[in-house]
């Protein structure tokens, strides 16, 4: 649906060089990098609020590299919302349907239906200033879908919002996706990459240095700067049980179950742990981690800090040791250990 073909953008001080990707109609492409790897730039560049250099941007087999804004197939909510102040939520939900010059009947068709998707209704008549944070998303968000866009592109669309807020908008989005649009989501958050994307780039330096799916890229990191942006290999999908007790567990296969302390209700998401909060042992310890589990280490691999065990325990778990405990164990790939780690140590995140 999208080729993006060798784009070069020379920006102050900043470089984005030959860049290229892809991506597939009703995708979910999740950008990740840290602050000024060129992630907005590259989104704007789609968008055609800037025109590259050299390269080009292909929607649907049409070349739009300079094609006008509001021709493109593209929409954009940024990161501070954009909303006209002094325009009511209706006047901006409007905005982009008068500029095409739509007939005023079908106008109030589609902000209706735009306001009642977004629970919007009861603040058609209200100015931006009046508003929460996730409203202002909400109106962005209908504003940016009003003319259908073939692509939704989103600038960090979760950074300015408060916790409480955060899973009603994720929600929408994945809402959104299943109902068919294609979305671009550039971001520093990895949680919003697993919980989100179906597929993801890394952008380092105005280059895209990993791209697959949220598995491929989180659990097998291409390199050294992908592993410390990440931050995690240990995320598995998971179903968190009704509440019995403080202590609650979250099964991630028939065998593996783990134990954590969460206020979330019983349902369905991702399990994390720090490979630095696992302890590796030769024999069970007696401790008050109520984590324990038996594996097989099934490789050893090379970190700048410290060696990063995986064990088998029935699914993967990557460990983080200094080379001394390596030694002092004795720790070797087909070994057999004990792993263990504090139901404080995990965390979970609802889908």
Request: hydrophobic share 40%.
């Amino acid at each position: 649906m999208l080729k993006v073909k060798n784009i070069s953008k020379k920006f102050e001080n900043f470089n984005i060089k030959n860049l290229s990707f892809s991506v597939d109609k009703g995708d979910y492409f999740v950008l990740l990098g840290v602050s000024g790897s060129g992630k907005t730039l590259l989104l704007e560049m789609i968008a055609g609020l800037i025109i590259p250099d050299s390269g080009e941007i292909i929607i649907e087999g049409k070349n739009i590299t300079n094609e006008k804004i509001q021709k493109r197939g593209t929409g954009m909510v940024f990161q501070d919302y954009a909303v006209f102040p002094h325009l009511s939520v209706k006047e901006n939900i409007a905005y982009p349907l008068k500029s095409n010059k739509i007939p005023k009947k079908k106008i109030n068709t589609c902000i209706n239906e735009l306001a009642g998707k977004f629970d919007l209704l009861h603040l058609l008549k209200r100015k931006p200033a009046t508003l929460s944070g996730g409203e202002l998303q909400r109106v962005a968000l209908a504003r940016a879908l009003a003319l259908n866009p073939k692509i939704l592109l989103l600038d960090e669309p979760l950074s300015s919002l408060d916790v409480q807020l955060l899973d009603g908008l994720r929600k929408l989005l994945r809402n959104l996706n299943k109902n068919g649009q294609t979305i671009i989501h550039v971001t520093h958050d990895y949680e919003e990459a697993i919980l989100l994307a179906n597929k993801v780039g890394i952008l380092y330096d105005g280059s895209i240095i990993q791209y697959g799916s949220p598995h491929d890229v989180f659990q097998h990191p291409g390199s050294e700067f992908v592993a410390n942006l990440t931050g995690i290999k240990n995320y598995f999908k998971s179903r968190l049980n009704p509440p019995t007790e403080e202590i609650r567990i979250a099964s991630i296969t028939n065998n593996v179950r783990i134990k954590l302390l969460t206020n979330e209700i019983e349902s369905d998401g991702y399990v994390l742990i720090r490979g630095e909060d696992i302890i590796i042992c030769n024999q069970k310890i007696d401790s008050s981690a109520v984590n324990n589990f038996e594996g097989i280490i099934t490789e050893i691999l090379p970190k700048s800090l410290g060696v990063e065990i995986i064990v088998d325990i029935g699914v993967k778990l990557a460990v983080i040791v200094t080379n001394q405990s390596l030694e002092r164990f004795n720790l070797k790939e087909g070994k057999k250990v004990w792993l263990s780690f504090k139901a404080s140590a995990v965390r979970f995140l609802r889908k």
